[in-house]
């Protein structure tokens, strides 16, 4: 008897419990809900556009993105920094060379910090400005896109002190895998890690060109600052004579510390991507005189195009392939700044209609279930990457003049797929989740980054249960090939955040704030919000009768 009636007290102490955990989780997810409308300066607080142009709903996950970059940032932090968590940090950073590495920003949710990656997210951003810049103007963020842009390339400049040596990477995985907490602690040592003109990197210098050259054309015609314009062009040309050093090498070959975190599997693209930035450039530079010198970059790059074979490749473009991209930069190059009778256009067209057509038909990859592009080994981890920069492709193609003798019917079917992956990483798909942090209930709210969690045990993730600092803007590696999504911090495969997985986002977003007059889809669908109420409920269900069964 005594004991049945042990058994009731306990049952009445937990249904109190349970019903006091409902009402906190209750709280929490109207905290979370409440916490989408946020006053950070510069984000435009309209939370409905009413389908209008410029969109105000596209301009919102502009100038979240650029907050995301933001939240990267390394080194001493300006006064008018906006993420109120973050700190001076790393401010040691390249002492072990007798060098000033301090800057730029950290790659992901850890603390380490690279040139190739950073070289292509400067590159792409670069060529989405000089393309929808527009979309930046209209979104009242130029002058974030501007500090968001040139913070890298400050840092970049810092990483190429003489003509003959890169650095390439700042710290090691071994050491910072082993932290997991805020920039005020981050571990030493953080080795500097360069490629000479003894220690080849062909595939990072070559990016690297490409990134200051792109980026020059930017701050030249978009920003008007012709003075830092011509320190970038210089330093491309120096990283891509560092490029053409032979032998030619994988830069992991010269530094493997960098094989288990961004090891490269070509050069050739990157051989030929950085000669036609140059190209361009300095075709800017010289107000298309004509002249033979200003294709001296041009004819490096179909030298190299031929001499590896590389027509006729599918590759998902990212930060280690940019073979895609090439084909339509040979295109639009071609077009703007071709030689009549010397370079056949419709080559070029030919060459990155087919890239484009496969992507569309699917031709090595597939749609999930739910509708995401999907190319296996590259979508399984940051699946919204390839089909993020696979749309990007397929929009810039679509709007640049040497398009526009192809058919409406195929730009029209270019467009509609890209924006079928716009709208599946904004909401469009079986978790009705847009795959933003920050803009809505549905957001993944649990990032693998350690300093927006508030967390410090390397040993375990996931505490605290919730993220104590929303890192808005930043796009997740995405859902698996079910359209299935983990939001747990610990699986960095789907939770992973990183400077390259926002780039094509960004370039997007820019793109849609100029052209779309429907809202972000996540807007006005009604998009039923996650059972975040139903989720805990389960959690606290299954933690009561476990307890119970415990306690009987």
């Not at 005594?2 to 006091?20: D, S």
């Not at 599997?265 to 000669?275: C, K, P, R, Y």
């Not at 990859?365 to 492709?393: I, M, Q, R, V």
């Amino acid at each position: 008897m005594y004991r049945n009636n042990n058994h009731n007290n306990n049952n009445k102490i937990f249904k109190i419990l349970f019903i006091f955990l409902f009402i906190i989780s209750w709280l929490t997810v109207k905290s979370l809900e409440i916490s989408t409308n946020n006053n950070i300066s510069g984000i435009p607080q309209e939370s409905n556009s009413n389908n209008s142009r410029p969109n105000l709903g596209y301009a919102k996950l502009l100038a979240y993105s650029l907050y995301f970059y933001e939240a990267q940032r390394s080194g001493k932090l300006p006064s008018d920094n906006r993420v109120s968590w973050r700190h001076d940090s790393a401010l040691k950073d390249g002492q072990d060379v007798n060098l000033d590495l301090i800057g730029g920003y950290y790659d992901a949710g850890d603390y380490l910090k690279f040139t190739l990656p950073l070289s292509w997210v400067i590159t792409s951003l670069s060529w989405g400005i000089l393309e929808w810049g527009q979309g930046y103007r209209l979104a009242n963020q130029s002058q974030y896109i501007h500090d968001m842009l040139k913070w890298g390339t400050d840092w970049l400049i810092k990483a190429h002190p003489e003509s003959n040596i890169l650095y390439v990477m700042i710290g090691l995985d071994v050491i910072d895998n082993n932290y997991w907490g805020p920039d005020t602690s981050i571990p030493y040592p953080r080795p500097s890690f360069n490629i000479n003109s003894t220690a080849h990197g062909t595939d990072v210098a070559g990016e690297a060109a490409a990134a200051f050259a792109a980026s020059s054309l930017v701050f030249r015609n978009y920003f008007n600052d012709s003075a830092y314009a011509d320190i970038l062009l210089s330093h491309a040309k120096d990283t891509y004579a560092l490029a053409e050093l032979t032998p030619f090498v994988l830069y992991q070959n010269s530094v493997p510390q960098i094989v288990n975190v961004y090891p490269s599997s070509n050069f050739t693209d990157e051989l030929v991507w950085g000669a036609l930035w140059l190209h361009r450039a300095i075709n800017n530079e010289s107000n298309n005189n004509n002249s033979e010198s200003n294709y001296y970059y041009l004819n490096k790059a179909i030298n190299y195009f031929n001499n590896y074979s590389m027509a006729g490749q599918n590759n998902v473009v990212n930060w280690d392939d940019k073979t895609g991209a090439v084909y339509l930069l040979f295109a639009d190059l071609i077009h703007k700044y071709g030689r009549e009778g010397q370079e056949d256009l419709s080559k070029w067209k030919n060459e990155i209609e087919r890239y484009l057509d496969g992507i569309i038909n699917l031709s090595t990859c597939s749609l999930t279930k739910g509708g995401l592009y999907w190319c296996d080994e590259d979508s399984k981890a940051a699946s919204l990457n390839p089909a993020l920069n696979a749309a990007f492709l397929l929009l810039l193609y679509s709007s640049l003049n040497v398009s526009s003798s192809t058919s409406t019917k195929k730009i029209q079917s270019y467009k509609d797929f890209a924006m079928s992956q716009i709208d599946y990483t904004l909401g469009k798909n079986p978790r009705n989740s847009p795959y933003v942090i920050g803009i809505h209930p549905n957001s993944p709210k649990n990032p693998h980054h350690g300093g927006a969690s508030g967390g410090n045990d390397v040993s375990n993730l996931n505490d605290p249960p919730e993220t104590k600092y929303i890192l808005y803007g930043a796009l997740v590696g995405g859902p698996d090939k079910k359209d299935k999504f983990s939001d747990d911090r610990a699986d960095y495969d789907e939770t992973e955040v990183a400077l390259d997985y926002n780039s094509p986002f960004q370039n997007l977003m820019a793109y849609q704030v100029i052209n779309s007059y429907v809202d972000p889809y996540y807007v006005n669908n009604n998009i039923p919000k996650e059972s975040s109420h139903r989720i805990t409920i389960i959690k606290i269900s299954g933690w009561w009768e476990n307890l119970r069964k415990q306690n009987l």
